[in-house]
């Protein structure tokens, strides 16, 4: 989650906010100062609905952070670097760095947050209490309206699927149990399938029977944990089956390759037409990668100038081109493919010896999912 607002460090800790924090911010603002308020405590000023409304606010994002804080903590406690912590629409993400070293741990740090989110809640009911005592009528009810809120958080975090923390909850039960993290966290992410799909449902089932459309939010919800317990599905698959394989073993090799002095039409005519790619490396006349052409970045040129046109003026240059060594790890290099190109050129000394498409990765999965990684890396061959 890329964090648009940066907050500072709390324990050594980075913490930021994604912009959609600021929006939910203003409408939980809203709908408090010119709803809730009113409703439950007739007669004040406007600006008094608002002044409370904003500090319910500001308590609001304290203890949202508090829940990802005991995250953090606990997950430092049992020795996994926590690189940051960025809030945002649904809550907020502890990003760390490496894994739990036992279920026990897993379970913790999974457990940590609920509980954080509890003792908020207990503090604004004790809060609440006092203000009541206090005759502070707005206070009361605001801090009240805090406490539930907590209290929901922790229980919807505690649905047991990934990515909720009971998602966390159950992958650590079941590494425990079976003494397998991959098959833990396989059934965590299914949990979280049938969970978004179920909350998905309740939201469809409240639209069609009372004809509001408060259930959209339970809807969009469901959709968005099934989607991510999906993503997460996915992500398990891929670590499980890519790991230990390099990239030697998965690029297609030889690459095919265009020269930068080559027109693009005798290129088309000879390498493009005969070969059905839609990005190949350019070398210089010594062999030497000299950068990357697409197809569409061809198409830009006026077919009369295209006998006139080199591949070197239309290249992608090589400081912009993807370039990896063939001992890299497969599961390292999937962070090119958010790269517009999506193709990196496997290099040795400078000279391309394969390229990598997310291709090369998909049928590298299958394979490696059926018992075998053969080891394809050839010599590099220039047409």
């Excluded at 229980?155 to 833990?184: E, H, I, K, M, Y």
């Excluded at 394969?354 to 394809?376: H, I, K, T």
Aim: aromatic fraction near 6%.
């Amino acid at each position: 989650m890329r964090q648009n607002l940066r907050l500072g460090q709390i324990a050594g800790i980075p913490v930021g906010m994604h912009w959609s924090v600021l929006l939910i911010l203003i409408l939980l603002t809203q709908g408090v100062a010119g709803a809730l308020l009113p409703a439950a405590a007739a007669g004040y000023a406007a600006a008094a609905y608002w002044l409370v409304a904003v500090a319910l606010a500001g308590l609001f994002l304290a203890a949202l952070l508090g829940h990802e804080l005991a995250h953090a903590l606990t997950a430092r406690h049992f020795g996994v670097r926590v690189k940051a912590i960025t809030l945002w629409l649904l809550g907020g993400v502890s990003e760390l760095d490496g894994q739990p070293p036992h279920p026990r741990a897993d379970l913790l740090i999974a457990l940590a947050g609920p509980l954080a989110s509890l003792a908020a809640a207990g503090v604004f009911a004790g809060g609440a209490l006092l203000a009541a005592l206090a005759g502070l009528e707005l206070l009361h009810v605001g801090l009240i309206w805090l406490a539930a809120v907590n209290a929901v958080t922790a229980g919807f975090n505690l649905l047991p699927g990934a990515p909720l923390d009971g998602g966390r909850v159950v992958a650590a039960l079941v590494w425990w149990r079976r003494g397998d993290r991959t098959s833990a966290r396989r059934a965590a992410a299914r949990a979280g399938q049938v969970t978004g799909g179920l909350v998905a449902g309740g939201g469809l089932a409240a639209v069609l029977t009372s004809g509001s459309l408060n259930g959209l939010w339970l809807m969009l919800l469901g959709w968005f944990l099934a989607t991510t317990a999906g993503a997460e599905a996915a992500d398990v698959r891929l670590s499980t089956g890519l790991a230990g394989i390099d990239v030697a073993r998965a690029m297609t090799a030889p690459p095919v390759c265009g020269y930068s002095g080559q027109s693009i039409a005798g290129f088309v005519a000879a390498v493009a037409a005969v070969h059905p790619h839609r990005a190949y490396p350019v070398v210089d006349l010594d062999g030497r990668l000299d950068g990357l052409v697409t197809l569409s970045r061809l198409a830009t040129v006026p077919g009369a100038a295209r006998d006139s046109t080199r591949l070197a003026d239309v290249r992608v240059p090589l400081a912009r081109t993807r370039v990896l060594a063939p001992d890299t790890p497969l599961l390292g290099a999937l962070a090119v493919f958010g790269d517009p190109y999506r193709l990196a050129v496997v290099a040795v000394g400078g000279r391309p010896c394969g390229v990598l498409s997310p291709g090369d990765v998909r049928r590298m999965l299958d394979v490696a999912e059926l018992g075998g990684a053969p080891d394809r890396s050839r010599g590099a061959e220039i047409v």
